[in-house]
């Protein structure tokens, strides 16, 4: 089970599904304006969501300019399970596009690649892409995609001009955040520490999941061992640490006062305007606060979620979407469709992607380099993939080990409900149903 935000945070973060599956409408021509005798007219199928569209239709037009006898069609899907189900049965009956994008990951793992998809491994780009994402789209040693879009980050969005003010440094271990905090709270009444908004429950999984580059420093056979049913939240000194930050900030008081209530569009006001100091969160909610406040470009920072090593802060990334092709591409379409992947696999496809629209964050290929005018949270990011070891995959990437109540559970111990170690041993309880109908061994 993929982290995906609930439905107000989903449509915050673009990535909301829609309910009709159609061909888009700015489709690029057709077989018979594309060019000359050797014209050849590919379909790309993505989801339906604007920005994934507006995305498509701009690739497929940069694409066009530079092979004008190839033609791409941009067709459409619903997301979340409708949209699963569909790629699932057009792979299985033989019925899929020349080229689509789907999750990595777990969910990749899910439709069977090595059956239905392409292997790209002899593919020249394929040297150029980020070893974060690489494990994401590869099964049996066979890599299968090439990456769309940025990565996203768990981590800490902050507000510049409250840390210039106090005179604070950006933290690199949990000690020097909570001691960040303790000066926010003492020198600024009128501001939050720590901003919590579990009106929406999904952002009050951050202190567990965004803490995951810190578990795997510690203990780097964890996701193995949990996936075997050999290591527990509960019971890993490392992994119950998230749990327990998160009882640690609510036990001081550090959280804003109405964070039982607050909803994500609350805690980005907050930050934005300097009410509140640090937002643990995906950096995928930065586009949806620039665009309400424009200023938070240059006022909001984003740091890792500090550990207990200072030299191995790192970030934790979620992995952009995989663009694959399936065995039943055959002839001149295959040809055509293979050259589409190198394009979004290169410096001109992340250029075409940044037409688009705003990265979310960093992209998975070398040489690639973000717009100057990104925002500085989406900026800060950078410097963790390019540091060796600066940054690790979230476990869902790892493990397809997740149970539906992490969120519940979070909630339960950011509250003061539950303390730290009893929900991380719920949690561990809660898995065991996902993992037995997965059929995983020792569950």
């Known amino acids: 089970m993929r982290f995906r935000p609930g439905a107000s945070g989903l449509a915050l973060l673009a990535v909301c599904s829609l309910t009709l599956a159609a061909c888009s409408a700015g489709s690029l021509g057709s077989s018979d304006d594309a060019g000359g005798s050797g014209a050849v007219e590919i379909t790309y199928l993505t989801t339906n969501q604007d920005q994934d569209v507006k995305e498509a239709e701009q690739l497929a037009k940069d694409f066009h300019a530079k092979n004008p006898d190839i033609t ?21 009956t033989g019925d899929m596009v020349d080229i689509f994008n789907y999750n990595t990951g777990s969910l990749f793992n899910a439709i069977a690649p090595q059956k239905n998809l392409l292997s790209v491994n002899d593919e020249p780009w394929v040297k150029d892409l980020d070893e974060n994402f690489k494990k994401t789209v590869t099964a049996d040693g066979q890599v299968y995609g090439a990456p769309l879009g940025g990565f996203m980050g768990g981590a800490v969005l902050y507000s510049i001009p409250v840390y210039q003010k106090l005179g604070l440094k950006v933290p690199t271990t949990w000690a020097e955040f909570m001691a960040n905090n303790a000066k926010i709270k003492a020198g600024d009444p009128g501001v939050a520490p720590v901003i919590q908004t579990y009106g929406e429950t999904w952002t009050s999984q951050l202190f567990v999941l965004g803490d995951f580059h810190n578990v795997s420093a510690a203990e780097p056979d964890f996701a193995d061992k949990y996936t075997k049913n050999e290591a527990k939240y509960a019971t890993s000194p490392a992994a119950v640490k998230g749990f327990e930050h998160t009882q640690a900030v609510h036990d001081a008081g550090y959280e804003n006062k ?33 665009a309400t406040y424009p200023d938070a470009a240059k006022t909001v920072g984003l740091f890792a979620l500090p550990g207990d090593d200072a030299s191995k802060n790192g970030l934790t990334l979620w992995t952009p979407g995989g663009l694959y092709i399936p065995k039943t591409t055959e002839g001149a379409k295959l040809d055509a469709a293979k050259k589409f992947q190198a394009f979004v ?25 973000l717009p100057d005018d990104v925002p500085q949270a989406i900026k800060d990011m950078q410097p963790y993939l390019d540091k060796p070891g600066g940054s690790s995959l979230a476990l869902e990437f790892l493990s397809p080990v997740k149970g539906p109540s992490l969120e519940q559970i979070t909630v339960e111990v950011g509250s003061g409900i539950r303390k730290a170690k009893d929900g991380a041993a719920r949690y561990d309880e809660d898995v065991k149903k996902q993992a037995q109908q997965l059929g995983l061994a020792g569950w």
Request: charged share 20%; with cysteine; aromatic share 4%.
């Open 72 to 92: 791409v069609k941009v067709e459409t899907r619903p997301g979340g399970t409708e949209g699963d189900n569909i790629i699932k049965t057009r792979l299985s």
């Open 258 to 290: 109405d964070f039982a209530s607050a909803k994500l569009p609350d805690g980005l006001k907050m930050l934005a305007t300097g009410k509140g100091a640090h937002y643990p969160i995906l950096s995928g909610v930065v586009a949806n606060m620039i």
């Open 345 to 369: 696999a290169s410096p001109d496809g992340c250029k075409s992607q940044s037409a688009a629209g705003a990265p979310t964050g960093p992209y998975a290929v070398k040489g690639c380099t």
